[in-house]
């Protein structure tokens, strides 16, 4: 699979969970629409991580040839995701609720605002 291919994947996977984790982060908590939002949210946020570790880091650093400091939000989500989702079966909403506050931010907010620095794919698209 190209490099663009994965891209176009990786945004479809990461755009929806822009808006799905920002409502969930401000709507009701434990609801069913919650918990059916939640796990769309969760599989896609995993989904997107686990395609970001084929994508080749493109600006700064290489590690092993391949990964750079971004891949590093891709293992906090793949952490974070199941051992979330355990927190809240067990019932330890405290803990649930700091580890998504921790995915938004560190794989939403700060990874997706590194993709509009120069020399990445979404500065190209956004400012040519």
Same mark, same amino acid.
């Given at each position: $699979?190209?490099?663009?291919?994965?891209?176009?994947?990786?945004?479809?996977?990461?755009?929806?969970?822009?808006?799905?984790?920002?409502?969930?982060?401000?709507?009701? +908590?434990?609801?069913?629409?919650?918990?059916?939002?939640?796990?769309?949210?969760?599989?896609?946020?995993?989904?997107?991580?686990?395609?970001?570790?084929?994508?080749?880091?493109?600006?700064?650093?290489?590690?092993? /040839?391949?990964?750079?400091?971004?891949?590093?939000?891709?293992?906090?989500?793949?952490?974070?995701?199941?051992?979330?989702?355990?927190?809240? +079966? /067990?019932?330890?909403? +405290?803990?649930?609720?700091?580890? $998504?506050?921790?995915?938004?931010?560190?794989?939403?907010?700060?990874?997706?605002? &590194?993709? &509009?620095?120069?020399?990445?794919?979404?500065?190209?698209?956004?400012?040519?």
């Amino acid at each position: $699979m190209s490099y663009e291919t994965l891209m176009y994947f990786h945004l479809l996977t990461v755009v929806p969970c822009v808006f799905l984790g920002g409502y969930l982060l401000a709507a009701q +908590k434990g609801g069913q629409l919650h918990r059916r939002i939640g796990i769309v949210y969760m599989v896609l946020m995993s989904l997107t991580a686990l395609i970001a570790l084929f994508i080749p880091a493109g600006v700064g650093p290489r590690f092993l /040839n391949h990964f750079g400091y971004l891949h590093i939000l891709s293992f906090i989500v793949i952490w974070t995701v199941p051992t979330a989702f355990l927190a809240v +079966k /067990n019932g330890d909403i +405290k803990s649930h609720q700091r580890k $998504m506050i921790i995915l938004y931010v560190s794989a939403i907010l700060i990874a997706g605002g &590194f993709t &509009f620095f120069p020399g990445r794919f979404l500065h190209e698209v956004f400012f040519g």
